[in-house]
């Protein structure tokens, strides 16, 4: 816990001094201290450990017996770095990488993910700022494979970064879950487990499908937490824990957009980068099913209300309609539908997708606004809600 915090810390720090250079995300990559590769996989073969920065393909480093979390960590910076990549170090289990060859600004996060039997535990963190438009929250972890059956017993553990706002001002805190798993368990029955637990902490959970870190080809079903069921935006995750062997992919991200499911970008009108208003959904977009989401406006109740919902993003502000205003979905493609907010200042939607093959993989976003009724009006927006369909 004591390296945990000293890291965040750290991280906290790294990111404020480089946000006036930062033109995309930062993103930090950590292998918690205290483990050793043992080269072989669950199956005896030989393992792999893997980084994958969204844009920029996989990137693997040797794995040879013994290799400590600092010696990965530090392998992992030389080779990025060799490769043109801006790379910071946060401490010694902890790269924070900044920018692509070149210069070119990261804008669609990254994961790491590992096959070595010695190698419990991964944390991947988005530093608390970046620049308008580009994805700044948000994280995912590996569900159980399918179909496994845990060999022993064990236990899941999830330590999350959350930005929350406490006496006017945002801070960071340390949200952790762990869930016992019993021996003879199977992954469906552990996976509700390890969501039940998420929610009953207070994370809005959505199931979704991830490119693998080590093989982008691959999709890996895993549970997205972009924010906490009050909206407050979550940074980064760590899991590991006491994982039955060949139970769990240990294949972890922040930052990313799922290749299916639903996810939050940008961030609603009111103070960054707390978002105020916030969306979410109740269910997963898939063909043939009706899609629930929502528009929540925190302290609004029983106003009229509206909402896009289209196929393209934008990112336009709009000081003159009111400070601070930001335009997240292109409305020339898009439909422009009325709803009004319920008594929990939420705007709740169900659209039906049709039965239509073709649908499958068609990205959807929304967004909603609420007019004020202050002196002077104020134009309230929600953040960008982005589903694709399965």
Do not use: W
């Not at 033109?23 to 450990?49: I, M, Y």
């Not at 844009?55 to 990025?80: C, D, I, R, Y």
């Not at 552990?190 to 039940?196: F, I, L, M, S, Y």
Request: hydrophobic share 35%; net charge positive.
């Amino acid at each position: 816990m004591k390296h945990l915090i000293s890291s965040l810390l750290f991280v906290s720090l790294l990111s404020t001094a480089l946000l006036a250079q930062q033109k995309g995300q930062c993103l930090c990559l950590e292998f918690p201290s205290g483990q050793k590769t043992s080269g072989k996989d669950s199956q005896n073969g030989k393992s792999k450990v893997g980084i994958s920065i969204g844009g920029f393909g996989s990137h693997f480093v040797s794995v040879p017996v013994g290799t400590t979390s600092e010696g990965l960590s530090s392998a992992f910076e030389k080779s990025l770095k060799a490769k043109g990549f801006g790379v910071k170090r946060a401490d010694k289990t902890t790269i924070c990488i900044v920018s692509g060859p070149g210069g070119k600004p990261l804008t669609k996060g990254g994961g790491m993910g590992s096959t070595d039997s010695g190698i419990t535990s991964l944390r991947s963190q988005l530093c608390p700022q970046a620049p308008q438009g580009v994805k700044a929250r948000g994280a995912n972890l590996p569900k159980a494979k399918k179909n496994a059956v845990a060999s022993k017993s064990g236990k899941v553990q999830i330590d999350a970064t959350v930005l929350k706002k406490v006496g006017g001002k945002i801070v960071q805190q340390h949200v952790q879950v762990q869930v016992p798993i019993q021996k003879g368990e199977k992954a469906a029955d552990v996976d509700k487990k390890v969501r039940k637990a998420l929610e009953k902490t207070g994370f809005h959970v959505q199931e979704v499908e991830m490119p693998s870190a080590l093989d982008e080809k691959i999709l890996v079903p895993s549970f997205g937490v972009d924010q906490m069921q009050d909206g407050s935006p979550l940074q980064g995750i760590g899991f590991g824990g006491q994982l039955p062997p060949d139970f769990y992919p240990l294949d972890l991200g922040a930052g990313r957009t799922p290749a299916f499911g639903t996810t939050n970008q940008g961030f609603g009108q009111g103070t960054l980068p707390f978002p105020t208003p916030f969306s979410g959904s109740y269910g997963e977009p898939s063909v043939g099913q009706p899609f629930p989401f929502f528009h929540a406006f925190p302290g609004l109740a029983s106003l009229p209300g509206a909402f896009l919902l289209g196929t393209r993003p934008l990112e336009l502000r709009i000081d003159a309609l009111t400070p601070g205003f930001d335009l997240l979905v292109d409305p020339g493609q898009a439909l422009f539908l009325l709803a009004p907010l319920d008594l929990a200042g939420r705007m709740n939607v169900q659209i039906p997708i049709p039965q239509k093959p073709g649908l499958r993989g068609l990205t959807l976003m929304t967004q909603g606004f609420v007019l004020e009724p202050k002196t002077p009006l104020r134009l309230r927006n929600s953040d960008r809600l982005v589903t694709t369909i399965r």
